[in-house]
T-cell receptor
Framework: GNSVTQMEGPVTLSEEAFLTINCTYT??????LFWYVQYPGEGLQLLLK?????DKGSNKGFEATYRKETTSFHLEKGSVQVSDSAVYFC?????????????FGKGTLLTVNP | KAGVTQTPRYLIKTRGQQVTLSCSPI?????VSWYQQTPGQGLQFLFE???????NKGNFPGRFSGRQFSNSRSEMNVSTLELGDSALYLC????????????FGQGTRLTVV
């Protein structure tokens, strides 16, 4: 079956530091890949997505590139802010059959200190 | 454009009771999915409905059920509550085709005592 593995953290950075959160996946088909962010007490917000190999998703300074050869979708940001403190989830949705569900990683807690 | 609305936001129930949670999707979205979020198990898929039909179901006991109405609003029901059912229940809506993203509500925090 499908699965997502991401570094669980927690990750603690100083403001303006570089961020990488690793995400690798296992899927039977050609999935779409997503990063969601969850702020305290909130639901999940879509951060970015990529639907095919070599696609780069980007939003709010965050980027992730769909790497089929390494089955990875690592999240990066060049300069984090205190407001980026949240839990980040990598997820996939399979492209085949009738599987319309999202499969999530365990989440990575990011804390950014001023 | 209104987002996904889940009601209630917080709920406290006693073991053995049943509970119904509600989700109103974004206007025009025909797919509604439900997820359970717990610290130990993370985000787990419960079920997905499209045009009133359940298309996918996760690995949960039969105490967990759901339905979708003709206006795409969805409810999920949990009967004979157990302490382990305490969780954040998240609803997501989408257009329902394979590459469209899901938009989540703020969730219902269920506490079973």
């Amino acid at each position: 079956g499908n699965s997502v593995t991401q570094m669980e953290g927690p990750v603690t950075l100083s403001e303006e530091a570089f961020l990488t959160i690793n995400c690798t996946y296992t899927a039977t088909g050609y999935p779409s890949l997503f990063w969601y962010v969850q702020y305290p007490g909130e639901g999940l917000q879509l951060l970015l997505k990529a639907t095919k190999a070599d696609d780069k998703g980007s939003n709010k300074g965050f980027e992730a590139t769909y790497r089929k050869e390494t089955t990875s979708f690592h999240l990066e940001k060049g300069s984090v802010q205190v407001s980026d403190s949240a839990v980040y989830f990598c997820a996939l949705k399979d492209s085949g059959g009738s599987n319309y569900k999202l499969t999530f990683g365990k989440g990575t807690l990011l804390t950014v200190n001023p | 454009k209104a987002g996904v609305t889940q009601t209630p936001r917080y709920l406290i129930k006693t073991r053995g009771q049943q509970v119904t949670l509600s989700c109103s999707p974004i206007s025009g979205h025909r797919s509604v999915s439900w997820y359970q979020q717990t610290p130990g198990q993370g985000l787990q898929f419960l079920f997905e409905y499209f045009s009133e039909t359940q298309r996918n179901k996760g690995n949960f006991p039969g105490r967990f059920s759901g339905r979708q109405f003709s206006n795409s609003r969805s409810e999920m029901n949990v009967s004979t509550l157990e302490l382990g059912d305490s969780a954040l229940y998240l609803c997501a809506s989408s257009f329902g085709t394979l590459n469209t993203e899901a938009f989540f509500g703020q969730g219902t925090r269920l506490t079973v005592v």
